[in-house]
């Protein structure tokens, strides 16, 4: 079933629109490409809504934000919201500062999201911050561990199902909940996070894969999740001898270019809990 | 002959000012390197006149266009005009947004470019806004192919005329007029597509080419146009088991860096109306 | 002595603040990331000082300036030396147009740098700009060769001492002096100067190897300047038929990402003055 999901983006060939950072953008266009997406960047508050109107979804990451991007932001992600489009957010470095700490809650308070992906304090600093999030017990630990899995299961339920969107929630193990039930993922590799910017790609093709199969949302946001980590583990069979970081990060991209829904089938490591 | 274009490229090594987008940037950075030219970034207005005066050429793209950037682009062209340097214009997304469309139509009517480079349906939004190319009959298909070839000739010959400029319009089949004769060039591959950035990196190469051959602008231009196609052909060739639209980016980029007068001569498409 | 120097920045995976140009972010994060150090990217003012003071360096590279990142500079400048963190300047462009020279000039007479690396012909601007090096005889050639090597090693102390930072002056040989002595080293290949950035490159990874290496600071800064030119050598060595300057940006990280402290000492190419 999650190998349909990638299918249906080659298929549906979906249009992204990303406010995103400067340090990642590069690979997020091209891993957007080669799930079988169409990019197209733009954060000026002039434009933003033109460029989302045309667009399928919109994938806000916070990662280098400033006054005028965020103004972009929230002008994007409300049109995004009149026009029913899929909207994700990635707050990355939430709980870092105060701007990126009350920029991602404020967004999460006007806007409605329909996934929000970032690392477990990312989304524990969502949750003790948004309204919209009130109550929900962020008592978790900081790196989901085979240990502390089932209160991590438990945290991504209560985030998702008061956020009212899938909280999807990567590290060493990944969880993606939409508050009923949630897919414990087993994808990818350790050295992933010597790459700046896998959360980022992942964001972005998660988008695409949430535009090409807007019936089954937590699906596709658990296949895309599942693609990325097995394109870490395609990548990495692939490495030569003197590769390092920088070839892994093309290598990753590559292995999701060549990825059919069989592959993704096949490769995705995951039980429902 | 257009062998020769890139080797006074590698002769004259010309500097060239970049305002462009931040999703490419450092893609057009090492393809300018890789052909022989030197690279500057630079898009705040109070930098972009003191840089710009140090260069041969400035290539203004406006893929991820703001307020300020936007100011850059007509502080650095209109000081590039006054010193006759070459000025290119890449109109990104021009018909996709309001902000875009003005933005490239007014650059267009208030400064003088020495070429525009952009898909059909960029060029065919400059063709109807702006004042400079008044009449010109843009009922034109949004792709080039061998069915519609005499028309879009036809309409890349008006529009050039009319401009004032060369008009370089990309797609599976490239069309490069000064008004009054016409490349139509049939190297390239459709993978090329799949990568992010291949319009803006050929636009930085072809403002190197341009400078290194003030008298033979036409030819410089196809010339560059021919070497991009010729790049994506020579990369494929060296694409390996598992490789993707990453490593395809970098190997084109690589086919540029090696790619010599003799090389592109020889592997040039085209044919001349 | 020097191959301590990358072991304890994989030991202490320093936390790096970068206010950098978005020409080549991506390939500075990965090569913090490679060298054993972790990047973080914020220029924003309401966000610089949040950020900087959770991490144990700043490396300020002026690349594509622009006001708002100025202002950025200064705040995240100032809170990093009222918390007694590393703080770098790299003057890129210093000396090719008015603000950036004043910039860099304004931020040497403001901050206390712990380092300062750039090319020589931006170092003698900010001698000839700097109230802090007033004094500075910058009657120095702008290329250091063996023939003016005696008077570029006086400079660059006579830079060091005046400015009460380590001076790393890169180019064909690298000077790295605190005004007492002086490295001279012999590190690296011309073919880096095809690929955009390892300059900025190696700005990042001198901020990780000080803040790592606190109290040899001159030797840190020199071993991040013999591991930058080493990298050249090694992947150099790994290029392929086909292969050109982009494949070689990636092998550079890739060399950084496997050197060990044993093969930065053994191939450390350098003599004290």
Redesign the interface.
């Known amino acids: 079933m999650l190998g349909n999901c990638i299918k249906n983006v080659r298929t549906a060939v979906p249009l992204v629109h990303n406010i995103t ?7 997020v ?2 891993i957007l ?2 799930c079988g997406g169409s ?6 508050p ?2 933003v809504e ?2 989302t109107s ?1 667009c399928g979804g919109l994938n806000i990451n916070i ?6 991007s965020i103004e972009g932001m929230f002008r994007a992600g409300k049109k995004a919201n009149e026009l029913g489009h899929i909207l994700l957010l990635d707050p990355v ?1 939430a709980g ?5 700490t009350g920029t991602a809650v404020k967004l999460m308070d006007e806007l409605k999201f329909d996934a929000v992906r970032g690392n477990i304090s990312e989304i524990k600093t969502l949750a003790l911050g948004s309204g919209t999030t009130q109550g929900v017990d962020a008592d978790v630990a900081d790196a989901v561990t085979e240990e502390n899995l089932e209160e991590a299961v438990a945290f991504a339920k209560d985030f998702a199902k008061k956020a009212g969107c899938i909280a999807a929630i990567t590290g060493a193990i990944d969880l993606v909940s939409d508050g009923e039930s949630c897919y414990v993922i087993r994808n990818g590799r350790a050295e992933m996070g ?4 896998t959360g980022c790609q992942l964001s972005g093709i998660m988008t695409a894969f949430l535009v090409a199969n807007p019936k089954e949302k937590l699906q596709a946001a658990a296949a895309a999740v599942c693609a990325m980590g097995l394109a870490g583990e395609l990548a990495w069979a ?1 490495m030569q001898d ?6 892994y ?3 990753i ?6 990825m059919d829904g069989d592959t993704l089938e096949k490769g995705a490591k995951y039980e429902v809990r």
Chains 1, 2, 3 share one sequence.
């Open positions: 950072n400067y340090v990642t953008v590069n690979d266009a091209n490409l080669a990019p197209i960047m733009s954060d000026e002039e434009d033109d460029i045309i990662g280098t934000l400033n006054q005028r470095g870092a500062s105060a701007l990126r010597k790459i700046t910017g692939r003197g590769d390092g970081n920088s070839a990060r093309s290598r991209i590559d292995a999701i270019y060549n």
